[in-house]
């Protein structure tokens, strides 16, 4: 499975019943709490990088990417256009970059 394809997923999932699905169960309860959510699971990986426990770190990687998707989802922001983001700033240094900012 790729990120685009979870992306796809995680869409889908807008219009299902929040009873069968817990990605449509933080949708249904607004962009805040899907913001809050992808925070706690980032605080999470923080500790488990710190930590240096790397199945632990790995697991939360993965709690972060999914609760970023719904994060972006639940604003209709596009996994694409981050993604052309990304492409856009590759083309430049990071210090460039944040200087441009």
């Avoid at 996994?79 to 944040?98: H, N, P």
């Amino acid at each position: 499975m790729t990120l685009n394809d979870l992306f796809e997923t995680i869409k889908a999932r807008k219009t299902a019943d929040p009873t069968d699905s817990w990605t449509a169960q933080l949708l249904a309860k607004g962009p805040e709490k899907c913001a809050e959510k992808f925070g706690e699971e980032a605080v999470e990986a923080i500790i488990e990088a710190v930590k240096g426990d790397q199945a632990a770190l790995t697991s939360e990687a993965a709690d972060v990417l999914y609760h970023l998707l719904v994060m972006l989802a639940s604003r209709d922001v596009e996994l694409t256009d981050v993604l052309d983001e990304l492409a856009a700033r590759q083309s430049r240094s990071g210090i460039a970059e944040k200087a441009s900012r």
